[in-house]
């Protein structure tokens, strides 16, 4: 997996434009991307389902969601889209060494790497369900509007999680902690 410089800079904060980053910095950036790029390991699950509404509640095959926000999202969209990716447990970890040695600039860039690198992830998914199956909305994650985290125990079994590693805390928190989960209205039939 590659990760941008530029997409790790404004992750980082930084306007790329304005903002001067200096050669000891690049050279941080550079060497921690490398790093990144090899203790990486992409793992994410998809599911579909056509929508079914009884009363107020969404059904997806056996997963029932009850929320304003999502039934408006998928308002005109006859199927959803669930997808949970990760980029794996050993950035986690690294991370963590990085901050136990008080290394807090070098651990700082490698979590901002982790973030780019799983939304490449979850960016590619949401465009291959585009191209393969047409219009689609924004994504909508647990914990967004209505849709509370306490949802995202029923919802990760549903995408079939176990699959990718990704487990939660007793509070909702993913593990590893650069995961995302998300569901998507898609509008044309799947085919």
């Known amino acids: 997996m590659k990760i941008?410089?530029?997409?790790?800079?404004?992750?980082?904060?930084?306007?790329?434009?304005?903002?001067?980053i200096d050669d000891k910095m690049k050279g941080l950036i550079l060497e921690t991307i490398?790093?990144?790029?090899?203790?990486?390991?992409p793992k994410y699950a998809v599911?579909?389902?056509?929508?079914?509404?009884?009363?107020?509640?969404?059904?997806?095959?056996?997963?029932?969601?009850?929320?304003?926000?999502?039934?408006?999202?998928?308002?005109?969209?006859?199927?959803?889209c669930g997808l949970v990716a990760t980029v794996g447990l050993p950035i986690d970890t690294k991370i963590a060494d990085l901050l136990e040695k008080k290394d807090i600039l070098?651990?700082?860039?490698?979590?901002?790497?982790?973030?780019?690198?799983?939304?490449?992830?979850?960016e590619s998914i949401c465009n291959d369900v585009k191209q393969k199956y047409g219009e689609t909305t924004f994504r909508f994650?647990?914990?967004?509007?209505?849709?509370?985290?306490?949802?995202?125990p029923a919802f990760l079994h549903w995408l079939g999680a176990e699959k990718t590693g990704?487990?939660?805390?007793?509070?909702?928190?993913?593990?590893?902690?650069?995961s995302?989960?998300?569901l998507l209205g898609v509008r044309n039939s799947l085919k």
Request: net charge negative; no cysteine.
């Open 34 to 41: 490398s790093l990144a790029e090899k203790i990486l390991q």
């Open 47 to 80: 599911s579909f389902a056509k929508k079914n509404i009884v009363g107020d509640v969404i059904y997806l095959d056996d997963f029932a969601i009850l929320s304003k926000d999502i039934f408006k999202l998928l308002d005109g969209y006859d199927t959803v």
């Open 141 to 152: 994650s647990p914990g967004y509007g209505d849709w509370g985290l306490k949802n995202q």
């Open 180 to 182: 995302v989960s998300a």
């Open 106 to 122: 070098q651990a700082f860039v490698l979590d901002s790497i982790g973030s780019v690198a799983v939304e490449d992830v979850v």
């Open 166 to 178: 990704v487990i939660l805390s007793s509070s909702y928190q993913m593990i590893p902690r650069k």
């Open 4 to 20: 941008n410089y530029d997409d790790v800079l404004v992750r980082m904060g930084a306007n790329k434009y304005l903002t001067k």
